[in-house]
């Protein structure tokens, strides 16, 4: 099964990919949400092969009607585009994913980010990958500490960050689900999220980043649920223990102060 997501994904992603030439990106702001025609094609893709790989529901950010607090228990949870401002402007930092969902917990993950030709998967219990090598966040420096965020330069609560812990660097990134990735490949090692956070955002590159050995949980240091809102308050993910737990000390000194 994983195969034919990995497929799956890459076609959609790729004729995403080729359509920028086209008005199929044009798109209208729906609250702090881009939708374009390319949003609904890559919704309708996705849509309409799930469920000849698993016949069960499938649950999208791009139908509203989908998207019942009553969760089932089981279900294929899609993201057709995260990133799509990236898309719009030409930057690399979108991606196309999916997760299966099974008693609240994704089981199975395939991410495809067209213009870096990069393809994550991971299926629980059975560990990570990014173009066929397998992911381990224990590996690398031990003593760096790379930040990731969606511009050029730290703003926000990456800048606090910065000012407040002992990084080392900074890298840029776009979708929500790529930096987590990025994280998972080592490309990265920490990252924070203060705003709200969809599960269709998450859940895929959760599996991944823990798959890999990985940290990931809400803002406040909860357990990320699948259950419930499909909206959360924030997030953050680290490479492993020792840097989450920083992360997450210098998140409770500032809000306390």
């Excluded at 890559?42 to 698993?54: G, K, R």
């Excluded at 980010?113 to 059975?126: F, K, N, S, V």
Aim: glycine share 8%; hydrophobic share 35%.
């Amino acid at each position: 099964m994983i195969e034919k997501l990995i497929v799956l994904l890459q076609e959609t992603g790729k004729e995403i990919s080729r359509r920028r030439s086209t008005n199929a990106i044009d798109g209208k702001w729906e609250g702090d949400q881009l939708k374009t025609q390319a949003d609904e094609f890559a919704h309708e893709c996705l849509e309409n092969v799930l469920p000849s790989i698993l016949p069960v529901p499938v649950v999208s950010e791009e139908n509203p009607s989908s998207q019942s607090n009553d969760r089932l228990d089981e279900y294929w949870l899609i993201d057709p585009i995260d990133g799509t401002r990236s898309l719009v402007d030409g930057y690399p930092g979108w991606v196309t994913q999916v997760a299966l969902i099974q008693s609240n917990e994704p089981q199975m993950a395939v991410i495809f980010a067209p213009d870096l030709d990069l393809t994550y998967w991971a299926e629980r219990g059975q560990g990570a990958y990014c173009n066929g090598v397998k992911l381990q966040t224990t590996q690398g420096e031990t003593d760096r500490l790379l930040l990731i965020d969606n511009y050029p330069e730290p703003r926000g609560i990456a800048a606090d960050l910065v000012k407040g812990m002992p990084c080392t660097g900074y890298v840029e990134s776009g979708s929500i689900a790529l930096k987590i990735c990025r994280i998972a490949d080592g490309t990265a090692d920490l990252f924070v999220k203060d705003v709200p956070v969809r599960d269709w955002d998450i859940a895929a590159p959760m599996l991944i980043i823990h798959e890999a050995g990985g940290c990931l949980s809400t803002f406040s240091g909860q357990d990320y649920r699948l259950t419930g809102d499909y909206e959360k308050k924030g997030l953050i993910a680290a490479k492993n223990q020792s840097i989450y737990k920083q992360g997450l000390s210098f998140l409770e000194t500032r809000i306390s102060g």
